[in-house]
């Protein structure tokens, strides 16, 4: 892998990650049509969510140091024997939320882990395509819900789960974490743009735990990354997240996020129909791109 390619990975990683259009899904196109899938691929897309897991922290960070402070004050509750689940505090009931959220999540990985990897890892891009319609009936479902008030007081266990559960089915290339996060928390009647803010902090525990899992696995392999391909990568994604992010926030205000749902759903048409035929001709045209890189 070049720097060259590192450096288009991590722009895509950066804008797909947070704009409703799944970063896994197309990075997976971009790797099954250069041959850099495969194993190597999974894994080194995942690394390169650090780079997208320090914009969240750059773009939030004001309401991301309440909660750790808050998260401070509900150790000292805990200690006083002062703890309570009954709360009007919005940043000690968001972390409450974001805890909530972050329970189907396990048991997902237990179960699905391999499902997911095998899919991520595979010669093919069926699934992608079928996953990139899924996001984009998600989208466009949210668009036609009432607009929600709900905020951090407001918002319900029951929130939390689905937002959660919707992650969880994330890891799918073609399914957009943001999306599909941002699309369940806006059809569950919470405001757009805390809807926003409540997907990107709550990924980031699901984006460190991927990374801690992961990376003693790539270590463990037969590959050898140079550092300095991976500080590009990581460098990138973070620029370009945090574009990424500002994009998102002005479309949420702006009432254009459905613009997503119509381009997902002609590329999901579009790489559907172009993985079936890849599939019968032996992947042709994987292979006449391959031959002129």
């Known amino acids: 892998m070049t720097i060259f390619d590192t450096f288009i990975q991590g722009v895509i990683q950066g804008l797909t990650e947070f704009l409703p259009v799944s970063s896994s899904g197309h990075l997976s196109l971009v790797q099954y049509f250069t041959g850099q899938g495969g194993e190597f691929g999974a894994l080194f897309s995942i690394l390169l969510h650090l780079g997208t897991l320090l914009a969240v922290f750059i773009a939030f960070y004001k309401t991301i140091l309440m909660l750790i402070i808050e998260a401070f004050y509900i150790l000292k509750d805990i200690f006083t024997l002062k703890?309570?689940?009954?709360?009007?505090?919005?940043?000690?009931?968001?972390?409450?939320?974001?805890?909530?959220?972050?329970?189907?999540?396990?048991i997902f990985y237990v179960f699905l882990k391999d499902w997911y990897r095998m899919v991520s890892s595979d010669n093919s891009i069926i699934t992608e395509g079928i996953c990139f319609l899924i996001t984009s009936f998600l989208l466009f479902t949210a668009d036609r819900c009432t607009r929600g008030k709900k905020d951090a007081s407001d918002m319900t266990s029951r929130d939390a789960l689905v937002m959660g559960i919707a992650q969880s089915i994330a890891p799918l290339p073609g399914i957009s974490r943001s999306g599909s996060t941002v699309a369940a928390g806006m059809i569950m009647g919470l405001e757009k743009e805390f809807a926003v803010?409540?997907?990107?902090?709550?990924?980031?525990?699901?984006?460190?735990?991927?990374?801690?899992?992961?990376?003693?696995?790539?270590?463990g392999t037969k590959f050898n990354i140079d550092p300095i391909i991976l500080l590009?990568?990581?460098?990138?994604?973070?620029?370009?997240?945090?574009?990424?992010?500002?994009?998102?926030?002005?479309?949420?205000?702006?009432?254009?996020?459905?613009?997503?749902?119509?381009?997902?759903?002609?590329?999901?048409?579009?790489?559907?129909g172009i993985g079936i035929y890849e599939q019968f001709s032996g992947h042709a045209i994987q292979q006449l791109l391959i031959g002129k890189l």
């Open 83 to 106: 703890f309570t689940f009954r709360t009007k505090d919005p940043h000690r009931k968001m972390i409450f939320m974001i805890i909530l959220s972050l329970v189907p999540l396990p």
């Open 197 to 219: 803010t409540f997907s990107f902090i709550m990924g980031m525990p699901a984006v460190l735990g991927a990374n801690i899992l992961e990376i003693p696995e790539l270590i």
């Open 232 to 272: 590009v990568g990581l460098v990138t994604s973070l620029v370009f997240g945090l574009l990424a992010i500002f994009m998102v926030k002005w479309l949420v205000r702006t009432n254009k996020y459905v613009y997503f749902a119509y381009y997902t759903f002609i590329l999901g048409l579009v790489v559907t």
